[in-house]
């Protein structure tokens, strides 16, 4: 088990090292600069400005310069509003960990809660009507579907503000991140509580006379959870990435809004920042859920 952390902890450095390199030789790859615009500074303005941020040294030392500044807990100011990245990603990460916490708790309790009661209630029309809303649910882009919330709920019929800081504003975005993964938690908890309901097990336990609460609880669910562990790495990952074109069909100040005007705005220092940020957080997430299978089932050998 040491080993296999030891390893994977390894390895997510040089997935998260690789993936800044990635993002910072692509992004300086693309024609333009920050300070390139319709009111564009003149060329002594420009120049100076270069060299204060060392754009005007070849690509491969800005490079290094930004991973020796980056190894001690330095993300460089916005190129755009001189606003330190590192307090900028974490006000914003605020907003964005709430809203992406509760759209993950949602789709897992959900997820577990229909997917269960699908594979209890087999072919019945209750378990048809699961799986054909999960079916469309998973099939829906979290883009299409926050804009569509946004144009019926907020604009057609008004029963919520398109974006303020209450809490009941946060319903639509959540709905919007949480459906999909929470149809995919759905379709495999099914799937997997109808496999384990058929072991051995499970019968002997019914014959002895086991509350079938009992039985789904602490035997079938239990077991069952195994493929939906695996999942919520990947699912973490696709809340973060959603979360960045959800948070601005919604008008939401956190860390996705403060990507995609980074992007707009080619603020480099504050794209590299929110990418290692959530990169750092996507590998994180992976890993916990490697290692909490370990919890779920203590058969499992990672040697």
């Given at each position: 088990m040491l080993k296999y952390t030891v390893k994977r902890i390894l390895l997510a450095f040089l997935?998260?090292?690789?993936?800044?390199?990635?993002?910072?030789?692509?992004?300086?790859?693309?024609?333009?600069?920050?300070?390139?615009?319709?009111?564009?500074p003149d060329a002594a303005v420009k120049a100076v400005l270069e060299a204060r941020?060392?754009?005007?040294?070849?690509?491969?030392e800005q490079f290094f310069l930004y991973i020796r500044n980056l190894l001690h807990g330095d993300f460089g100011v916005s190129l755009k509003t001189g606003r330190d990245i590192s307090t900028t990603i974490f006000n914003a990460f605020g907003i964005s960990a709430k809203l992406g916490g509760m759209a993950a708790l949602a789709a897992v309790v959900f997820g577990l809660l229909f997917g269960s009661i699908a594979a209890l209630m087999r072919n019945r029309l209750v378990d048809r009507i699961i799986?054909?809303?999960?079916?469309?649910?998973?099939?829906?882009?979290?883009?299409?579907?926050?804009?569509?919330?946004?144009?019926?709920?907020?604009?057609?019929?008004?029963?919520?503000?398109?974006?303020?800081?209450?809490?009941?504003?946060?319903?639509?975005?959540?709905?919007?991140?949480?459906?999909?993964?929470?149809?995919?938690?759905?379709?495999?908890?099914?799937s997997s509580m109808l496999e384990v309901l058929g072991q051995d097990y499970i019968r002997t336990a019914r014959a002895k006379g086991v509350k079938e609460s009992m039985v789904v609880a602490k035997h079938a669910l239990r077991n069952a959870l195994i493929p939906v562990v695996t999942y919520l790495g990947p699912m973490l990952a696709y809340i973060l990435t959603g979360s960045l074109v959800v948070e601005?069909?919604?008008?939401?100040?956190?860390?996705?809004?403060?990507?995609?005007?980074?992007?707009?705005?080619?603020?480099?220092?504050?794209?590299?920042?929110?990418?290692?940020?959530?990169?750092?957080?996507?590998?994180?997430?992976?890993?916990?859920?490697?290692?909490?299978?370990?919890?779920?089932?203590?058969?499992?050998?990672?040697?």
């Open positions: 997935t998260i090292f690789i993936i800044a390199a990635i993002t910072f030789f692509a992004m300086n790859a693309i024609p333009g600069g920050p300070f390139d615009s319709e009111k564009a941020y060392n754009l005007d040294k070849p690509v491969w799986i054909f809303f999960t079916t469309l649910f998973v099939a829906v882009p979290s883009f299409v579907l926050a804009t569509l919330l946004l144009l019926v709920f907020c604009l057609k019929l008004g029963w919520f503000q398109v974006w303020s800081t209450t809490n009941q504003n946060f319903f639509l975005p959540v709905v919007a991140l949480a459906l999909y993964p929470m149809s995919y938690i759905t379709r495999l908890t099914k601005t069909v919604f008008t939401i100040g956190g860390l996705g809004t403060k990507f995609v005007t980074g992007i707009t705005n080619r603020d480099y220092t504050m794209i590299m920042g929110t990418t290692i940020f959530l990169a750092t957080l996507m590998v994180l997430m992976t890993l916990l859920s490697d290692l909490a299978y370990k919890l779920v089932d203590p058969k499992i050998d990672f040697n």
